[in-house]
């Protein structure tokens, strides 16, 4: 499969956007972003399906339409006001910290591309900050964690009751504040707690797993990253990418999905 041939939208004058496009303008983003975090010393590697592009395709998944990164939550937060300062004439960084419009309950950034429109499948979780609805990466945070139930569970389970509130809020077009910041505190606060752990994972935010089988990954699996070839360019992976992928996506992850599953899955509308 191509992505020449897979087309994302067909305008009146008869033009196309196909998933080619798409790819060509993430990547540009992607280059921008990661010039900006090698030149500050703020880690950042590959997540899940890009990294698996980056392992099994050197590059895209044919059929994949974004790009996704993750960053340790101090790192995080450090680069947000570097990156809002050094991208600011291209892009808009959307994130709860300094936007409380922000979904909370999404990837802890989304960095926009001006001049490019963008929409999702996902109505549930859709951008409440108007100001830019441009083409994204993603940025997902994550943490240290405790690989002890019995330690992991509390905040995670308070995470995830508190995640149906704050769905049903902002369907209603009413923006809980002070639940998502509770939301974000308690993912700082396990954070802090397991500050010693040798185990990380996504912070309490990614509240889509189930809480009794949540990923973790061993530090020393993701760190120290390592480089790896991705369109032609070199971006930052886990350490032991085979047994981050294991969990990441699955023991399987070196086949190729039934033919029918290969299709863009996040888009439906774009304007580049």
């Not at 101090?74 to 004439?89: H, M, Q, S, V």
């Not at 964690?145 to 330690?151: I, M, P, T």
């Not at 061993?218 to 981050?244: R, W």
Request: glycine fraction near 4%; hydrophobic fraction near 40%.
């Amino acid at each position: 499969m191509n992505s020449h041939d897979i087309i994302l939208k067909e305008k009146q004058d008869g033009t196309r956007i196909t998933l080619h496009d798409l790819h060509q303008v993430l990547l540009a983003m992607m280059k921008d972003v990661d010039a900006v975090l090698r030149k500050h010393d703020l880690p950042y590697f590959l997540n899940g399906g890009s990294a698996l592009g980056a392992y099994r395709h050197q590059g895209f998944i044919p059929w994949d339409d974004d790009i996704d990164i993750a960053m340790m939550m101090d790192d995080f937060l450090r680069a947000i006001p570097i990156l809002e300062e050094e991208l600011k004439e291209q892009y808009v960084i959307h994130c709860f910290e300094t936007r409380n419009c922000y979904n909370v309950l999404i990837p802890g950034m989304k960095i926009r591309l001006k001049g490019t429109r963008i929409e999702e499948v996902n109505e549930l979780l859709s951008n409440q900050c108007k100001d830019s609805d441009g083409v994204f990466i993603d940025v997902f945070v994550y943490s240290k964690v405790n690989a002890s139930k019995l330690k992991d569970l509390p905040l995670r389970l308070l995470n995830q009751g508190l995640m149906p509130i704050i769905v049903f809020f902002e369907n209603l077009h009413f923006n809980p504040v002070w639940i998502k910041k509770w939301f974000k505190w308690n993912a700082s606060l396990y954070h802090r707690l397991n500050k010693h752990s040798k185990h990380i994972g996504f912070d309490l935010t990614w509240t889509f797993k189930s809480a009794l089988n949540p990923f973790i990954f061993k530090e020393e699996d993701i760190f120290p990253l390592q480089e790896m070839l991705f369109e032609g360019e070199k971006f930052f992976v886990a350490n032991n990418i085979e047994a981050y992928l294991t969990t990441a996506i699955a023991p399987t992850f070196r086949e190729l999905p039934p033919v029918h599953q290969r299709k863009p899955k996040h888009l439906k509308d774009i304007e580049l």
